[in-house]
């Protein structure tokens, strides 16, 4: 195991100038998928639609839990494998941009993951809308060697095709579902099925022959639809399905409070998650009450909440009134591009500081990375560009904490360096410009997060390992720079061991 970002710069892939062997596994066509294409942006226009004109992603949903149930679905939805009591599985969310990054996961995701049991896909199994031919590349070629059983969660991205590719794929459907009667005209539904994105036709044709990159006995999974739970060994995990917005249909709702019932400890996969960078987000369920709720209730014996959807890791362990401690991670940084954690405010939320709090990249890594980034794209290097260290200490400053990785000579902080902290969104303590901060970074995340893609080292990408036991699990993040170092040997940027009696 090598040094992580938390140990050295040379850890956190900076310096480096050997690239790992995933360029050899990177298809020679692959697509690079920029959100700042007009193209891409329209594609994926669903989810405005449906924040306008009301989100139809329940009823579709249901409608393909209904034709599961036709097919011999189980009724509770639950996967019942044959798993030992002590037994390990992976958990990547976000990848399929079918570039660079997400190829740099799939060495160190090989060698750490070579004996677990099964792998789970958190949110966003494919860019830029689910698109049912675009598995190959971006699914069933980058993780053909990975030789167990691979489940998934659906993210808005996978919903921007009402589910199409994903149903195909993960749940045996073949083929979409029937339209629906046209709504009346001049209506709100009216307006957004004019405008809405469907899959085109003949996707898919090229399913067959993906799907033979991954055709072993060993790697055959089908899973009930796009939420479900799987009992292996002392553990049960539940999946949920938030659709485009975030949130949960009255029916899955239902599910999700019966399938808790279960006296088994549990983890929570979503494709949203409840706390991210430094806020709360608990996850509506319609007709009242929020997914937060089921998983604090003590009689349901929840320990982790894992979600997507946001592309980089973060940790909250959050202490409850009942003495218990629930472990809520964001774990998104399986491939796409990478969504700054610079602008994640000094953490003081649900009692959890910003000595508890955990992410990576670190704060100092991605102020850098992003420094870099738009040097380049403003030529404007030696305004915009910080060093490691540089940004490592206007975080400092700006966030009153100390430094997180070890110390070399300490960087002076110039008002250069404070200017361009400031003009990229970068987070300050609570207490310190609230008014102002909160917008900048909320636009930042929104706007120029999705334009960070890079095809030169490091990315920051992440995956878990879960190691389960019948009295605790064991939470690991590693980190992928797309540097050799850090492929030969995946540096743990985190651990956490959580009790489950």
Known sequence: MSESSRDTAEGAGWGASVRGEYLRLVPRQAEKISWLNPRHLWAARNGVLASWFGDPTGEVRSRWAARRAASGAPADRVIRRDDPDRFSFLVIGDTGEGGEPQYAVVPGLLKEGRDTSFALLASDVIYPVGSADDYGPKFFRPYQDYQ????????????????SGFMRVFCDETEPLPPVPAPRPLTRAWLRSLLWHRPRPGDGAHLDEARKLRSSPAQRAVQPGPYWAIDAGPLRIVGVDTGLLGTLDAEQGAWLREVSR????????????????GEHHPCPIEGGGTVDDVVRDPAHRYVAAIGGDIHNYQRYPVRLDDGRTLQYVVAGGGGAFTHATHTIPRVDVAGVTEADFRCYPLRGDSLAFYSGLYGRRTRLRRFFSLTEAEAAAVIAERLGIGPTRAPGAPARVTRRMRLVAGLLGTGRRPDRGKRFRL????????????????????????????????????????AATGQRAQEVAPPVEDEVTVPLT
């Open 148 to 163: 167990a059983p691979v489940y998934a969660i659906p993210g808005n991205h996978d919903w921007y095709e009402d589910l």
């Open 262 to 277: 279960d006296p088994r400890p549990k983890i929570l996969v979503t494709g949203s998650p409840l706390y991210v960078d």
């Open 439 to 478: 917008p900048v970074r909320k636009a930042y995340q929104s706007l120029f997060s999705p334009g960070s893609a890079t095809y030169s080292p490091p990315f920051f990408k992440s995956f878990l390992r879960i190691d389960v036991t019948p009295d605790a699990l064991r939470l690991r993040c590693f």
